[in-house]
């Protein structure tokens, strides 16, 4: 299954570096720094890199889901700027229901035994990742936001234990996040940046 990642991702590399100034376009829009036809940028946290031979976080190839999720945002790449808000559930996209039980299990569901730590790493989490500890008005017992790349926006929102209740996990997008990525990337890119936090609270 990997080498079938690799060879969509390099498909599309291969297609989007057939156009004139690729690496210029992808530098304004995503956006990032160029040097020469590599554009480097901030992606889960890490530096990615993007060139014809591939995409790089840190050190690692991409050759995996991950990977996917990353070249679909190069792809959809687009001069328009975020628009956090409204922020949206992941259910609110057009067309999301049949994603919506696999967003919830790989995105929401895995914080939740973690929600009492979660407060106290918020700092950790938004440095790595960017982002903030997010207002009340947000909902939840606490929230913080964060960018797993540059033009998306995901608000985690948690609900910590109590006698009645159990405790929950609600991880909202920021308002045009599917201009930037189709939906079951959309779901994938809330799946790895849930990753990313838990490794951080290692």
Do not use: W
Not at 81 to 91: A, G, H, N, Q, R
């Amino acid at each position: 299954m990997e080498d079938n990642y690799g060879k969509i991702i390099n498909d599309y590399l291969e297609k989007l570096y057939r156009k004139k100034d690729a690496a210029a376009h992808l530098a304004e829009f995503l956006p990032g720094e160029q040097s020469g036809e590599t554009v480097t940028f901030r992606a889960f946290g890490d530096e990615c890199r993007i060139s014809p031979e591939g995409i790089f976080l840190g050190d690692e190839k991409q050759e995996g889901p991950q990977g996917i999720v990353i070249v679909l945002y190069a792809v959809h790449a687009r001069r328009m700027p975020c628009v956090l808000e409204p922020l949206k559930s992941f259910k609110d996209f057009p067309g999301s229901m049949p994603y919506v039980g696999a967003f919830t299990s790989h995105t929401q569901n895995p914080l939740i035994p973690y929600a009492e730590q979660l407060e106290g790493r918020i700092d950790r989490i938004t440095e790595s990742l960017g982002g903030k500890k997010t207002q009340d008005s947000v909902g939840g017992d606490f929230s913080f936001l964060v960018y797993p790349v540059p033009k998306i926006a995901l608000c985690y929102v948690i609900y910590e234990a109590d006698e009645d209740f159990p405790a929950s996990v609600t991880c909202l997008f920021s308002g045009n996040a599917d201009d930037f990525l189709p939906l079951d990337g959309l779901a994938d890119l809330g799946e790895y940046t849930t990753k990313k936090i838990i490794d951080l609270l290692a």
